[in-house]
Nanobody
Framework: VQLQASGGGLAQTGGSLRLSCATS????????IGWYRQVPGKEREGVSC????????WYGDSVKGRFAISKDSSKNTIYLEMNNLQPEDTAVYHC?????????????????RGQGTLVTVSS
């Protein structure tokens, strides 16, 4: 199983970045796949998740209205479009996947997890 995140980098406050998570080794359309972020010394924070089966989405309160998650099933890849970035969005962003047992995105961070990509937002 692989989840390869990419697209991180440096952005200015108010700027945008697009993250990608390319997956392999599991049946893409039977999973809930999403993003969480982590800052050293802090708890993991769920950012967003998409249920591949039906496209339903979930967003953390801190990113609602600014971030958008999407999928490309032909490429087994999900994306996170991040707009109006703020310094508090600075973190390592990881993608994660959990099998879809009918519970939606509730437990997506507890399944497979990949290496992260660093997002830095300058003020």
């Amino acid at each position: 199983v692989q989840l390869q995140a990419s697209g991180g980098g440096l952005a200015q406050t108010g700027g945008s970045l697009r993250l990608s998570c390319a997956t392999s080794g599991f049946t893409f359309n039977r999973y809930a796949i999403g993003w969480y972020r982590q800052v050293p010394g802090k708890e993991r924070e769920g950012v967003s998740c998409i249920l591949i089966r039906d496209g339903s989405t979930w967003y953390g309160d801190s990113v609602k209205g600014r971030f958008a998650i999407s999928k490309d099933s032909s490429k087994n890849t999900i994306y996170l479009e991040m707009n109006n970035l703020q310094p508090e969005d600075t973190a390592v962003y990881h993608c994660a996947a959990d099998a879809d047992y009918g519970l939606g995105c509730r437990d997506f961070m507890t399944g497979y997890r990949g290496q992260g990509t660093l997002v830095t937002v300058s003020s």
